[in-house]
C-alpha cells in the first residue's frame, strides 16, 4: 500500500507537468480514492464479488474465494489513508528541486531514485502504518469476500461469538489487543530512531 501511494505520489508530483497542474491531479487523485473510502465496505465487497466472479479476461485466472480478492478490496477501501501522507509530502516538495537536479544533467530515473524518493518514503511508510492499523481487526470489507483458509482476525473473532464460542472469542480479542498495544509500542519506540514523519503520532 505504502508503494502505491508513493506511486500514485509521484505521478501526481511530476507526470502532469507544470507544478499548478500536478497540484490539481495530486487533488484529483485524493478525490478518488476518497470517494472509494467513503463507499460502505458491504458495497465494495458485493462490487468486488460482481467484478471477479469471472476468471479475468485474457489471463484467465480467477481471484475469487481468495486471499487476492480481499488485498484488492482494502486497496479500493483503505488507499485513501495511504496516499494522503504521501500526497501532502509530494506537493510540499519545492519545485526548484527538480529543475536544479535537471540543470545538473540528472536523469529522470535519476531524480526520481536519488532525490524525490528518500523525501517521500517517510510519508508513504506512514501511510501504509495508518493503512495497517485501519485494516489490522476490519470486518465490514471481508465480510462477503472471505472464504475457507482466507479468514481475516476480525472474521475469525466474529465467527467464533456467533458460533457460541464466546470464550475463544474472548480470548483471540484479548490476544489482538495486546499484540496491537504491543505493535504500538515497537512502533513509538522506533519512531525515535527513524526519520521524521514515518510513524503518523511522531512527526
Known amino acids: ?31 478518488l480514492a476518497e470517494t472509494t473510502y467513503a463507499i460502505p465496505g458491504i458495497v465494495i465487497s458485493i462490487a468486488f464479488i460482481l467484478a471477479f466472479l469471472k476468471p479475468l479476461p485474457i489471463l484467465g485466472v480467477s481471484v475469487y474465494n ?13 488507499f485513501a489513508v495511504a496516499l494522503k501522507p504521501a500526497t501532502a509530502a509530494s506537493l510540499q516538495l519545492d519545485p526548484a528541486l527538480d529543475e536544479a537536479a535537471q540543470v545538473a544533467g540528472a536523469s529522470w530515473g535519476r531524480r526520481m531514485r536519488r532525490i524525490f524518493l528518500p523525501l517521500l518514503a517517510p510519508a508513504a511508510a506512514s501511510g501504509a502504518i495508518l493503512v495497517f492499523l485501519t485494516a489490522y481487526n476490519e470486518i465490514t470489507v471481508s465480510a462477503l469476500l472471505w472464504s ?5 482476525i476480525g472474521m475469525v473473532i466474529y465467527n467464533f461469538e456467533h458460533g457460541g464460542y464466546t470464550t475463544i472469542a474472548a480470548a483471540m480479542s484479548a490476544i489482538t489487543v495486546a499484540a496491537t498495544v504491543a505493535l504500538m509500542g515497537l512502533l513509538d519506540w522506533l519512531g525515535r530512531r527513524l526519520p521524521p514523519g514515518v510513524v503518523p503520532w511522531r512527526l
Open 148 to 152: 475457507t483458509g482466507t479468514e481475516t
Open 1 to 31: 500500500m505504502g508503494t502505491l501511494a508513493l506511486a500514485a505520489a509521484l505521478v501526481a508530483r511530476f507526470v502532469a507537468g507544470p507544478h499548478g497542474l500536478q497540484r490539481r491531479l495530486a487533488v484529483g487523485i485524493s478525490t
Open 66 to 78: 481468495t486471499l487476492w480478492i480481499i488485498i484488492f478490496a482494502y486497496l479500493c477501501a483503505f
